[in-house]
């Protein structure tokens, strides 16, 4: 591989997704300056300078007041990023969108008819433009072109927003997208079966509560997870280690967090979670998710982009804690009661 003997020419501190972040750049934006190239990859201008020279030895760009792309530079940079069917005008069309589900004819009708919230389960439907502003942050970070993706839960249809933007950006000819579904609500699970097999999506739907343990044929699987947990600290915890386990070990992975703004003393308790479990906030973008209805969230949630390298090894059980606002609230109430 190509770009691996580069990345260990080099020698990095950084994992090698770094190289083949910048050389999906290149392709990106011909003629990119070094300097924009360090800006926009947080590294030093000698470090960016040394990866183009070995770039340039192998004969994949070359400088034409910036960094130009080679033909032989472009095979490869798509072979070995498996991207060889992307349309890179349609990706760079999808990205700079501000409503990108306005592309896919029906939409709002398919998103009008999910199934009826379960509260009881914390269901809130996010808007249909939300979902597609999920997917089309998961395609600027490549997840979607390069990963295999789990949804841990979907009544919000995410999967099916990702899949279309990816037959979108590769003519319905890309092969390598994979993504799978676990999902508790088996309601859920049949319109989403229902959707793919009429949009001919290559979504995989696996019925699964989450307070049992992973299934073994889903874990150690997936370069990027994506989950809109309940809204309490149990239930964000139980859906975040489920995901750690099913992510690929001593990989740069990520997770994709939708969660309510919570108080300062909650949200310092999410970042201890987090750091005993090797995950950086590497982003959080406040007020992302827009829902129908939803009191309890105030209409919105945040959204965050996680990151992780080395996942703790951890035994898992059966999880016994109450994860659902409902549930917890009526605890809560017993206890006041009895008092």
């Known amino acids: 591989m190509i770009l691996e003997a580069i990345y260990q020419n080099v020698r990095l501190k950084e994992d090698i997704g770094v190289i083949k972040h910048y050389v999906f750049l290149l392709l990106c934006c011909p003629k ?22 070995e770039l340039k030895k192998k004969n994949l760009v070359t400088d034409m007041n910036g960094i130009v792309v080679t033909p032989k530079g472009e095979l490869v940079i798509r072979q070995e990023l498996k991207i060889e069917s992307v349309d890179m005008k349609r990706y ?25 919230v379960d509260v009881t389960i914390d269901q809130a439907k996010c808007t249909v433009a939300t979902a597609f502003k999920r997917a089309q942050f998961m395609l600027q970070q490549r997840e979607i072109i390069t990963s295999k993706l789990l949804c841990v839960g979907d009544d919000d249809l995410v999967s099916v927003a990702c899949s279309l933007l990816y ?24 319109y989403i079966e229902r959707i793919s097999q009429d949009y001919q999506l290559d979504i995989i739907c696996i019925p699964h509560d989450l307070r049992n343990p992973l299934k073994t044929t889903l874990q150690g699987q ?14 964000l915890q139980l859906f975040v280690t489920r995901a750690l386990l099913a992510l690929k070990k001593n990989a ?9 703004h919570r108080p300062f003393a909650e949200r310092l308790r999410m970042q201890e979670f987090f750091i005993s479990n090797n995950i950086i ?21 945040d959204f965050y982009h996680l990151k992780t390298t080395v996942v703790k090894d951890f035994e898992q059980d059966f999880y016994e804690e109450l994860i659902y606002t409902r549930e917890l609230k009526l605890q809560q109430h017993k206890k006041d009661c009895t008092a």
């Open 32 to 53: 990119i300056s070094t300097k924009e190239l360090a800006n926009r990859l947080f590294l030093p201008i000698p470090i960016v300078a040394a990866i183009k020279n």
């Open 167 to 190: 037959k979108y950006i590769t003519h319905g000819k890309g092969a390598d997208f994979q993504i799978t579904v676990v999902e508790k609500d088996q309601r859920v699970i049949d």
């Open 252 to 260: 740069e992975s990520a997770i994709f967090l939708s969660y309510p």
């Open 222 to 235: 997936f370069d990027c997870v994506i989950t809109d947990p309940p809204y309490t600290f149990n239930g």
């Open 92 to 116: 760079l069309q999808i990205i700079t969108m501000s409503n990108c589900h306005e592309l896919f004819e029906d939409i709002e009708v398919i998103f009008e008819n999910r199934p009826a």
């Open 281 to 301: 906030i590497n982003s959080v973008i406040g007020n992302f998710n827009r829902y129908e209805g939803a009191q309890i969230l105030g209409g919105v949630s």
